[in-house]
């Protein structure tokens, strides 16, 4: 973006360097380059750990994140504890909310990586496809709903405390995932859609618009 800037002036400097026209000030010259849209300054990825085997799940997690830079995971699960205390399907896992030295937390913490969970930003109709809940509470801007205290705590993460932040789901494909509804949602409600979302494992650029299913 700099160096083509920098083209324009330099044609245009030629062009009012005559001997019979006043070289232009600064602002003048300003005024003769093409307008730009203004970048996006601000960047959030997302990441659904359902696409990587069990068996490696949370170092493939680990792995991507670092790969990618980012320095704090938001969990967005509704509930990411374990809802079984037995070993087995639905048992504690690496990728599971534990106390102590198990689970998420830690595993992130000795990666460099921060964890932190908004349960407000969960999807409140997990069997749901259509988040019909989800989506009113995201359109009722004004309405007083969890989905909006957790964006602005969101918002304030991504603003000021310096760490590239990842939003967290089980969901393998970002297409079908709450967590896309809750990216675009912060980049329109509190980045003026100044705010690139990334999918963390394959770092495509998400739309800001779309619908998610
Ligand atoms: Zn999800």
């Keep these: 973006m700099a160096a083509k800037s920098s083209v324009h002036y330099a044609q245009d400097t030629n062009q009012w360097a005559k001997p019979d ?4 000030t600064l602002h003048r010259v300003f005024a003769l380059l093409p307008e730009e849209p203004p970048m996006p300054t601000a960047a959030v990825w997302t990441v659904g750990y359902g696409a990587w085997p069990t ?3 949370a170092e493939r997690l680990v792995e991507a994140l670092s790969s990618r830079g980012v320095t704090r995971l938001v969990d967005v699960r509704l509930n990411p504890c374990a809802s079984a205390v037995k070993p087995g399907p639905y048992g504690p896992k690496p990728w599971t909310l534990q106390t102590g030295a198990a689970g998420i937390a ?3 913490n000795a990666a460099g990586i921060a964890y932190e969970w908004l349960v407000e930003l969960g999807n409140p109709q997990r069997h749901d496809r259509s988040m019909t809940i989800l989506r009113a509470h995201l359109a009722d801007v004004k ?3 969890p989905v909006h205290r957790g964006l602005v705590r969101l918002a304030t993460l991504v603003q000021t405390s310096g ?3 990842a939003l967290l789901c089980a969901c393998a494909d970002y297409h079908a995932c709450h967590r896309t509804l809750i990216a675009r949602a912060l980049a329109h409600l509190h980045f003026d859609g100044a705010l690139e979302i990334f999918d963390t494992r394959t770092g495509k650029l998400i739309t ?3 619908d998610v299913a």
């Design 208 to 210: 800001l618009d779309g």
């Design 21 to 24: 026209r006043p070289f232009p």
């Design 55 to 57: 068996a490696r799940r």
């Design 163 to 165: 760490d590239v932040v």
């Design 106 to 108: 830690s595993t992130l």
């Design 143 to 145: 309405g007083d709903w």
